[in-house]
């Protein structure tokens, strides 16, 4: 089970930090991504952290903004988001996998597991 924290809205240039809880099995096992849906607009990948702790983010829009971390020992994945912007409004999931290889991570048909999703309102 997967659960979301830690949205809401800021003002434009402001910070969030995500949490997604897991529980039902241990983070190195599991690969766990971030991914958000704004609307009107398909859901994609944010960023993801593998079994192996290796990550990697999406394109250059989050890329230096937002930072993917894990506590293992709390079995909880965290999105840390700076400097967010009117175009990082969305509802974000987390979601996690085992088993995941770099290529498939950024993928959410390789993902089973899902989270309920968090709302992140960025007004300018």
């Known amino acids: 089970q997967l659960v979301e924290s830690g949205g809401g809205a800021v003002q434009a240039g402001g910070s969030l930090r995500l949490s997604c809880s897991v529980s039902?099995?241990?983070?190195?096992?599991?690969?766990v991504g971030w991914f958000r849906q704004a609307p009107g607009k398909e859901r994609e990948f944010v960023a993801t952290i593998r079994q192996s702790g290796s990550i990697s983010y999406s394109k250059d829009s989050v890329k230096g903004r937002f930072t993917i971390s894990r506590d293992t020992a709390k079995n909880t994945v965290y999105l840390q988001m700076n400097n967010l912007n009117a175009e990082d409004t969305a509802v974000y999931y987390c979601a996690a996998a085992y088993g995941l290889i770099q290529s498939a991570s950024l993928r959410e048909t390789s993902y089973g597991y899902w989270g309920q999703g968090t709302q992140v309102t960025v007004s300018t």
């Open positions: 039902g099995g241990a983070l190195r096992s599991l690969g």
